[in-house]
């Protein structure tokens, strides 16, 4: 007998998420236990013991962060797919489930970053403040009635869209077209990570050596410095910022290492190349 969610769940599920999503907000989990507590609901009413339950909710606790308005659709595919693998597909596991949710955070907070805190937000305050003139506070009540109003109806219709997705699993993420997907997805993250971190990170080194005076053309003394960075720019653009990246993705994958102890270590490599003149601490960041 197959098993439906029924509508009060649904609807549960997506409100705990729009109240919730950054419910136990740390730098190292961030709004993984948002979308646990989003699932809660799912799982109690789709499995009856206690073993099944706790299965199905440790599939939610590898990392997990977007922007949360477009990050509903996540939940709703995951609230799908978690109905779907209640009903016997034993193609849709864990694996599955995590490497959608892996897949799409990036390009969704992308996307919803550009769209949403850089643009429509915005948008609004700027019509707000021409209507908060003189300490008028129509621009505030138009701001919060209109941005509660505009993203609850948008989180809750690509919600119920990415639940749709779910629950036609079967004939849309499995098999080939399941890998062609995730690989898609995967390749897509990857290419949005890259341009954020060719976009946000900046190192530079300071170091210059002294290759003493020479004579220009006009006869004047001239002092001959050779700057590393300007010879690395020049063979490879940013390349610091790249070894930065790298080194940092080699401790938490290799090593194992928390978010939270990398930062630690970026802070002391950063703190004693600027005492010893190796970084440039107006430049890096």
Known sequence: MSVKLTKKTKDQAFWWWYNGNLTGFTHQHMQTFGFMCAMIP??????????????SLKTYTPFFNTEPQIGSMVVGISVGLEEARANGHEEIDDEMING??????????????SLIPGTYIPILLSIALGLSTDGSPLGAIFYAIVYIGTMTFFMKYIFDKGYELGGRAVDVVIGEQATAFRESMVMVGTIVIGSLAASWIGVSTALKFDLG????AAGEQVANVLRLQDTLNGIFPNLLSL?????????????KMSPITVMLILVVVALVGVLIGFFDPGLSY
């Open 243 to 255: 070894l930065t990246v790298l080194f940092t993705w080699y401790l938490m994958t290799k090593k």
């Open 213 to 216: 005076t020479y004579y220009n």
């Open 100 to 113: 959608i949710r892996a897949g799409l955070m990036g390009p969704l907070a992308g996307i919803g970053d």
């Open 42 to 55: 799912v799982i109690k009413e789709l499995y009856k013991d206690d073993t099944h339950r706790l299965r």
